[in-house]
């Protein structure tokens, strides 16, 4: 960090980390959004029911005075349904009592992990476009984020980048498939190459699944701890938010190998103490519950979703990067007014009453200028209205 940075931060009596963290673009949008009453879709806040089955559990398990804390690793209702789960879904065995870790999000997870597996001056490879809270969490712990570049249209992982990237102090990469922003979802074979690239050089895959269910027109999502070999070195995420719309229940889950999931642990509870104990009854619930129809609903609605987004934008003139998986859709800015993606995205807020975020927020300083990101996890009249102020508007 420069100098003047640190002194600055310093005077003011904050860390040295603590000017670096600004409101993020995303927020920022949102509030603007607000002022004008608009259609949000900058914020990937599913605005989508909960399953009844999920809130029903959770409304009876405060009834029934389930509200105290819980285990640190969760409740073993909860750990043993998330185990069956992992084998039905993706075919992993795993011990619900020593692998499993309900966790207070991907969020909390990789917090969590970061912290337990990883040391000040150390560097984890990210791939950009990225999630910004994957970046941001790795730099408050003094860690480095490494960034390794997708190219656009196909987001095709270049394994020569990866190659190139790595140093001594490289100690592991993160891995979000499918991908927030740009729904990249990663196919077996790149995952293979990584998985390679890891084994060689000794390095930790942190996964964000968080969007595992949301896969559209025959992609597949792969777990990279299913690539043979990869099971010891990958930390597997992920969780129920997005997939129960219940972001702010902070419900997920860590799986790894017992040798590491006992320090994961130790740091969650020094942060957490444990996920929110009726929520995760009633998370418990659903995943119990909930058959195979549910998840193939979910993504037969967002992949209709994400047809009459991407139609609005062709229409608006604003090419489409049409995604795989997740519920974002990056499209062209070029045409709008404004220097800057953050210009453009107010310009469209100004123009349509239509919330989008700026490219940049996903990419390094210079870079994601052309480009605005739309999440399409919007009830079907918010999706459709916005979508009919897109259709007539020109960029
Ligand atoms: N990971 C990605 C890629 C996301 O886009 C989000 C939310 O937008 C999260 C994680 C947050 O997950 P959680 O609510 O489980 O912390």
């Known amino acids: 960090m420069a100098q003047a940075d640190v002194a600055l931060s310093r005077a003011l009596g904050l860390s040295e980390l603590a000017p670096r963290v600004v409101q993020s673009e995303i927020r920022a949008m949102t509030v603007a959004c607000d002022a004008v009453g608009g259609v949000n879709l900058a914020q990937g806040v599913c605005d989508t029911e909960v399953p009844a089955v999920v809130a029903e559990g959770a409304q009876r398990a405060i009834r029934d005075g389930l509200n105290i804390y819980t285990r640190l ?6 750990r043993k349904a998330i185990a069956a789960k992992v084998e039905r879904t993706l075919g992993l065995v795993v011990d619900p009592d020593r692998e499993v870790l309900v966790t207070n999000g991907v969020t909390g997870g990789l917090h969590a992990a970061a912290m337990a597996l990883l040391n000040p001056g150390d560097e984890v490879l990210v791939f950009e476009p990225f999630y910004g809270y994957h970046v941001s969490t790795l730099k408050s712990l003094r860690v480095t984020p490494v960034l390794v570049g997708l190219e656009a249209p196909d987001w095709r992982l270049d394994l020569d980048a990866v190659r190139a990237a790595i140093t001594p102090k490289t100690r592991a990469v993160v891995v979000n498939t499918p991908s927030n922003p740009a729904g990249k979802v990663f196919t077996r074979a790149e995952l293979e190459g990584l998985a390679a690239i890891a084994q060689e050089h000794e390095l930790f895959i ?33 969780g129920f938010s997005k997939t129960y719309s219940v972001t702010g229940w902070r419900i997920g889950y860590l799986i790894a190998d017992p040798k590491w999931v006992g320090a994961i642990g130790y740091f969650h509870d020094l942060t957490y103490v444990c996920a929110p104990a009726p929520l995760q009854q009633g998370v418990a619930d659903g995943v119990e519950m909930l058959g195979p129809e549910f998840y193939a609903e979910l993504a037969r609605d967002h992949e209709a979703k994400r047809t009459m987004i991407v139609d609005a934008l062709r229409v608006a003139g604003m090419k489409p990067h049409v995604p795989d998986g997740a519920y974002y859709v990056l499209a062209s800015a070029e045409n709008l007014p404004g220097a800057t993606a953050a210009e453009k995205a107010r310009a469209l807020l100004a123009e349509t009453g239509v919330a989008a975020v700026a490219g940049s927020a996903f990419f390094r300083p210079g870079k994601g200028e052309d480009l605005l990101r739309f999440c399409f996890a919007k009830k079907d009249a918010d999706l459709a209205e916005a979508c009919r102020r897109l259709k007539g508007f020109k960029a």
């Open 73 to 78: 690793d969760g409740i073993p209702r909860l």
């Open 206 to 238: 942190f996964t964000d699944e968080i969007y595992e269910h949301f896969i559209y027109g025959g992609a597949q999502h792969v777990s990279p701890a299913t690539i043979p070999g990869m099971r010891e070195r990958t930390i597997l995420m992920s």
